[in-house]
């Protein structure tokens, strides 16, 4: 990737973005009306973009970088929620927003408007998380009790390893020291058999990228189970039986690849993985994000199935990472991507019916809709949402945003242009 050499259509927008509402000033929570992307171009497809990713995310980076976030997060919970909500909402709005915004903050600096917004942003997150796991400090987050940890202490190392020059490298001895010992003490619990097993060996999987100790039978056992739950045409059961829902895009194949593809870089330790075994991983990835690219409707809606739909834009992890690796197949362009999720992000984060009055997202899908929230589902939860913003991580001069708006695949179906057909794959 090379370094961004020229303004991407946000001056002026976030000149007026910090003056009427105080984004990135210290004590103001931004409250931001964003404009229809209706034949925009790649450059304000990118500002849209970057100011919904801003809006979740700032509350939750700002008061963990000023000990705040324990005091101010709301603890709303869904009808039949049965976890201790203090012991694991914060770490999960920590670590699940940390992943969306992760490639993002690891694209170098520069001094467009976008290119300081970033700055502010990542050197907020640093101070927040050093505070996360200082004993002294108001924020210190949870590792020790409750299962859920296992499941947020692998979006942070997710996020670590999406973003090792912008978020690891730079935290100081003692930071990462206590990170490391946090992920350890998690060996001593198990979750649920389903995806959860891919998170703890994404975390092992982190451990053995920075050359600490780790648990190649959590590793090993996940990428068995893995191989074993496979269905067919790029579908993972969750667990022995096949739920229809959004897991295959929260968790399964992006943690899955990229937990295989550390696993062959060279550091010490035995690999049981081989390129076959990525390139497998890989390509059923790229399948499912055709999948994904295909539910957008024309008018950028998308279905409210399965469980954990409050987790909103995460529904489109593969979609996005497939675009940020360049990945796509040829029969989809970059720009029929970036043009169906503006529409989304649009319609979820245009107005302010998924935030409450303080920023905070709601309980919901479109709307403040408790009733949608699951057993698990507290506010922390919902920041999952970020993760349908990865090809942020993508300069502003790649061709995902400079190429022309183009129609995505759903769009040109329903206006009688030529789609190319469907049809299985078998990997």
């Given at each position: ?52 990713l ?25 009808p ?22 992760a ?54 190392s ?14 100081d ?40 100790d ?28 096949f ?61 409210a ?23 796509l ?22 107005g ?28 922390g ?22 190429d ?6 759903s ?16 990997y």
């Amino acid at each position: 990737m090379t370094h961004i050499q020229k303004k991407i259509g946000l001056s002026g927008i976030v000149l007026l973005l910090v003056a009427v509402t105080g984004i990135g000033q210290p004590g103001r929570n931004p409250k931001i009306k964003l404009v229809n992307p209706a034949g925009t171009t790649g450059a304000q497809d990118r500002a849209l973009w970057v100011k919904s990713l801003y809006k979740i995310a700032y509350p939750v980076v700002h008061n963990l970088a000023e000990g705040t976030l324990k005091k101010n997060l709301p603890l709303e919970q869904g009808p039949s929620y049965n976890l201790v909500v203090k012991d694991v909402t914060y770490l999960e709005a920590v670590g699940r927003t940390v992943a969306g915004v992760a490639p993002w903050l690891e694209l170098p600096d520069d001094q467009t408007e976008e290119g300081l917004l970033r700055a502010k942003m990542r050197k907020e997150l640093l101070q927040g998380l050093k505070n996360a796991v200082d004993p002294a400090n108001p924020d210190c987050l949870n590792f020790k009790k409750q299962s859920q940890p296992i499941v947020d202490a692998a979006y942070l190392s997710h996020a670590f390893l999406r973003a090792p020059k912008a978020l690891w490298q730079p935290l100081d001895t003692v930071t990462k020291r206590r990170y490391i010992d946090a992920f350890k003490s998690l060996r001593t619990r198990s979750g649920a058999y389903n995806n959860w097993l891919v998170f703890a060996a994404l975390t092992e999987g982190f451990l053995r990228y920075i050359g600490e100790d780790y648990d190649p039978v959590r590793i090993d056992y996940a990428l068995n189970k893995m191989k074993d739950w496979y269905t067919g045409d790029s579908w993972y059961k969750d667990g022995d039986l096949f739920s229809m829902d959004y897991y295959n895009s929260y968790v399964i194949h992006p943690m899955l690849t990229d937990l295989i593809g550390t696993l062959l870089e060279k550091r010490p330790g035995k690999v049981h993985v081989t390129a076959a075994d990525y390139e497998t991983a890989l390509r059923r990835m790229v399948r499912h994000a055709e999948f994904l690219e295909r539910i957008i409707a024309p008018d950028g809606t998308y279905p409210a199935f399965g469980r954990s739909v409050t987790y909103r834009t995460a529904a489109f992890q593969v979609l996005g990472q497939v675009a940020l690796m360049e990945k796509l197949p040829e029969h989809i362009q970059p720009a029929q991507v970036r043009c169906a999720l503006t529409k989304v992000f649009s319609n979820m984060y245009e107005g302010n019916q998924n935030f409450d009055a303080n920023g905070w997202l709601v309980l919901g899908f479109n709307g403040h809709q408790p009733m949608m929230a699951d057993v698990y589902t507290s506010t922390g939860s919902l920041y999952m949402a970020t993760l349908g913003f990865l090809p942020l991580g993508l300069p502003a001069g790649n061709k995902f945003w400079t190429d022309p708006p183009a129609d995505w695949t759903s769009k040109k179906a329903w206006s009688g242009q030529p789609v190319k057909k469907d049809y299985k794959v078998e990997y």
